[in-house]
């Protein structure tokens, strides 16, 4: 079914209560494993319509966050998305309890039960109203991204539309451009700091009510840890120091020098050419058009795929004002189809857009086709970012299509850009770590704890000329901070991952895709740890890992810069 033609009606919470409830009488009454068995699947699928439901809606509002039918439909899933935990977490310990588990994960497998042993942890009744407030202050900060109208060359422009400016090859017009959105920022400074701070609070709270000191525990739960802990992404993070820090240091020089400049300025460090960076050719339909070439090319899976979501219209990549900024992967289990939300704005990035979030697309159009409950389709959000990152690199034969006579550009670009992602995410996840650690830190301080970090992960960066980053303010401007606690280091685990199919991609195609599409089939069938074991690539978790796929990346770069 096409998305415009997919029909919002929002659920009854009545019914939905009543219907839940009953489902949950009749697993705790069943007397065979087939009982058993049959209820769990009408639960499965009374599941995935109401979801898809409240998935509709968040999409339809993050495409216009000025809507004001949508607006008030986030408002009810904000309020009422804790009282149905309160409702699933009943079904969930009925289903633990159930005399046929045993049965079950025979079936299905023992993950999913050990995944909603996890679940529990992170809920209970008392903390429903602080949960609403938790929401309610992740959609404040939403809306207030999505409302920036910043005046620059002649227009009123989102924080999207300004991306491309920090590219020109014009310094004054980078320096400005960036001015500009930090002008914009400082002027909201006070409201991002409140509602941060409201955050860490609530978090700290919610935590508290659940029997943790701190949050961390509680957001590794959310985050669905099952195969490593804090003290494991401790050993990532000092790897990343050892290793990739040196190696982006000089990966920077060498831009610095390229560019002509002494030292890289905040404005100067998305700009790596003198003659300006590779830019996609054409219009967003004809970057479409040569999308679908690129995956009906790829293998018969992506042809399938592509073709499913350009004809159901689940995509959606212009940005325009009201929209909300950033990209991502959504599904509507009930028609099978996951959904695509982007801001194009004439970088590199759009095309990385569209293999990125393909990649997201990919695997859950595969897990939702294929596999059976829905509980082994979710994979953890690290699993899911190799989906999508090492797409954008089993996509690099098609690029030429994208970038034409600036293919070779995009190549180093991309390629170097995966390795210097790596010690911002890195330095992105330890100041969540260093937040939720001290709560009782001020404003100003937590901007200094990210002055700090800049130092250690970023030290090739001048930050002094524009008052609003040399402040140390930046982490502002990073969503994952506000919505999705922990969530970053799941970028890096996974870029290690993609950089390892990249290199098996280089020295035989065909092997590697066939992994990676062993990988895509598996879902949510194994932790990360042992998808990746079963891929046959290196744990990231031993430093000496990060050297390996590290170099091999630098090795390729030292022969074509």
């Given at each position: 079914m096409k998305f415009s033609q997919m029909q919002y009606n929002r659920p009854n919470v009545d019914e939905i209560a009543e219907t839940s409830n009953q489902l949950t009488a009749e697993l705790a009454a069943a007397t065979t494993a087939e009982q058993a068995f049959a209820v769990y699947e009408k639960y499965d699928d009374f599941s995935e319509k109401t979801g898809s439901m409240f998935n509709l809606a968040e999409i339809r509002h993050t495409l216009d966050t000025t809507n004001e039918f949508y607006a008030t439909e986030k408002d009810f899933i904000d309020e009422y998305g804790p009282k149905a935990e309160e409702l699933h977490q009943k079904w969930t310990e009925t289903l633990l309890k159930s005399q046929f588990r045993p049965q079950m994960e025979e079936k299905w497998g023992n993950l999913m039960f050990l995944n909603a042993e996890i679940e529990?942890?992170?809920?209970?009744?008392?903390?429903?109203?602080?949960?609403?407030?938790?929401?309610?202050?992740?959609?404040?900060?939403?809306?207030?991204?999505?409302?920036?109208?910043?005046?620059?060359?002649?227009?009123?422009?989102?924080?999207?539309?300004?991306g491309k400016y920090a590219e020109n090859p014009d310094r004054k017009i980078r320096e400005d451009s960036i001015r500009a959105t930090a002008g914009w920022r400082m002027n909201q400074a006070a409201q991002l700091d409140e509602i941060y701070d409201k955050l860490v609070k609530i978090r700290t709270k919610i935590a508290q009510t659940l029997g943790h000191e701190k949050f961390t525990q509680v957001g590794y739960y959310r985050m669905q840890r099952n195969c490593y802990d804090k003290e494991m992404v401790a050993k990532f993070r000092d790897g990343v120091k050892k290793y990739i820090v040196p190696i982006v240091t000089k990966l920077k020089a060498e831009q610095a020098a390229r560019i002509g400049v002494d030292r890289i300025k905040f404005y100067d460090n998305a700009f790596e050419y003198p003659d300006g960076n590779a830019t996609p050719k054409g219009t967003p339909e004809e970057i479409f058009a040569h999308g679908k070439k690129m995956y009906h090319e790829l293998s018969p899976e992506t042809a399938e795929f592509i073709d499913f979501m350009l004809e159901n219209e689940l995509f959606d990549v212009i940005t325009r004002?009201?929209?909300?900024?950033?990209?991502?992967?959504?599904?509507?289990?009930?028609?099978k189809a996951p959904f695509i939300f982007a801001n194009f704005n004439g970088t590199s990035g759009d095309i990385d857009?569209?293999?990125?979030?393909?990649?997201h697309a990919l695997?859950?159009?595969?897990?939702?086709?294929?596999?059976?409950?829905?509980?082994l389709q979710e994979y953890s959000a690290e699993t899911a970012e190799i989906h999508s990152m090492s797409m954008e690199f089993f996509t690099w034969p098609w690029m030429k299509g994208f970038f034409a006579e600036q293919t070779d550009k995009y190549y180093y670009s991309h390629l170097a850009s995966a390795l210097i992602f790596i010690p911002y995410g890195t330095m992105v996840d330890e100041f969540q770590h260093i937040m939720y650690e001290n709560p009782q830190l001020t404003p100003a301080e937590r901007h200094q704890e990210w002055l700090k970090l800049e130092a250690q992960y970023r030290p090739w960066l001048d930050l002094s000329d524009i008052p609003y980053i040399s402040e140390g303010r930046m982490w502002q401007a990073q969503l994952h901070i506000y919505l999705y606690?922990?969530?970053?280091?799941?970028?890096?685990?996974?870029?290690?991952?993609?950089?390892?199919?990249?290199?098996i991609d280089q020295k035989n195609h065909s092997e590697a895709w066939q992994k990676y599409l062993r990988l895509l089939s598996l879902a949510g069938t194994k932790t990360f740890v042992d998808l990746i074991g079963d891929a046959g690539l290196p744990t990231p978790f031993v430093a000496d890992n990060l050297k390996l796929v590290s170099d091999a990346a630098l090795e390729w770069l030292n022969k074509r810069k």
């Amino acid at each position: 079914m096409k998305f415009s033609q997919m029909q919002y009606n929002r659920p009854n919470v009545d019914e939905i209560a009543e219907t839940s409830n009953q489902l949950t009488a009749e697993l705790a009454a069943a007397t065979t494993a087939e009982q058993a068995f049959a209820v769990y699947e009408k639960y499965d699928d009374f599941s995935e319509k109401t979801g898809s439901m409240f998935n509709l809606a968040e999409i339809r509002h993050t495409l216009d966050t000025t809507n004001e039918f949508y607006a008030t439909e986030k408002d009810f899933i904000d309020e009422y998305g804790p009282k149905a935990e309160e409702l699933h977490q009943k079904w969930t310990e009925t289903l633990l309890k159930s005399q046929f588990r045993p049965q079950m994960e025979e079936k299905w497998g023992n993950l999913m039960f050990l995944n909603a042993e996890i679940e529990l942890k992170t809920f209970k009744p008392e903390i429903i109203e602080d949960l609403q407030e938790e929401n309610r202050l992740i959609t404040e900060y939403d809306k207030l991204m999505a409302s920036a109208q910043i005046d620059f060359d002649g227009k009123k422009l989102t924080l999207a539309q300004m991306g491309k400016y920090a590219e020109n090859p014009d310094r004054k017009i980078r320096e400005d451009s960036i001015r500009a959105t930090a002008g914009w920022r400082m002027n909201q400074a006070a409201q991002l700091d409140e509602i941060y701070d409201k955050l860490v609070k609530i978090r700290t709270k919610i935590a508290q009510t659940l029997g943790h000191e701190k949050f961390t525990q509680v957001g590794y739960y959310r985050m669905q840890r099952n195969c490593y802990d804090k003290e494991m992404v401790a050993k990532f993070r000092d790897g990343v120091k050892k290793y990739i820090v040196p190696i982006v240091t000089k990966l920077k020089a060498e831009q610095a020098a390229r560019i002509g400049v002494d030292r890289i300025k905040f404005y100067d460090n998305a700009f790596e050419y003198p003659d300006g960076n590779a830019t996609p050719k054409g219009t967003p339909e004809e970057i479409f058009a040569h999308g679908k070439k690129m995956y009906h090319e790829l293998s018969p899976e992506t042809a399938e795929f592509i073709d499913f979501m350009l004809e159901n219209e689940l995509f959606d990549v212009i940005t325009r004002p009201g929209k909300s900024p950033g990209g991502y992967c959504s599904t509507l289990p009930e028609y099978k189809a996951p959904f695509i939300f982007a801001n194009f704005n004439g970088t590199s990035g759009d095309i990385d857009v569209l293999t990125h979030e393909a990649g997201h697309a990919l695997a859950a159009h595969i897990a939702m086709n294929n596999i059976k409950p829905s509980a082994l389709q979710e994979y953890s959000a690290e699993t899911a970012e190799i989906h999508s990152m090492s797409m954008e690199f089993f996509t690099w034969p098609w690029m030429k299509g994208f970038f034409a006579e600036q293919t070779d550009k995009y190549y180093y670009s991309h390629l170097a850009s995966a390795l210097i992602f790596i010690p911002y995410g890195t330095m992105v996840d330890e100041f969540q770590h260093i937040m939720y650690e001290n709560p009782q830190l001020t404003p100003a301080e937590r901007h200094q704890e990210w002055l700090k970090l800049e130092a250690q992960y970023r030290p090739w960066l001048d930050l002094s000329d524009i008052p609003y980053i040399s402040e140390g303010r930046m982490w502002q401007a990073q969503l994952h901070i506000y919505l999705y606690p922990f969530y970053y280091i799941d970028y890096c685990l996974a870029q290690i991952m993609a950089l390892s199919f990249w290199a098996i991609d280089q020295k035989n195609h065909s092997e590697a895709w066939q992994k990676y599409l062993r990988l895509l089939s598996l879902a949510g069938t194994k932790t990360f740890v042992d998808l990746i074991g079963d891929a046959g690539l290196p744990t990231p978790f031993v430093a000496d890992n990060l050297k390996l796929v590290s170099d091999a990346a630098l090795e390729w770069l030292n022969k074509r810069k």
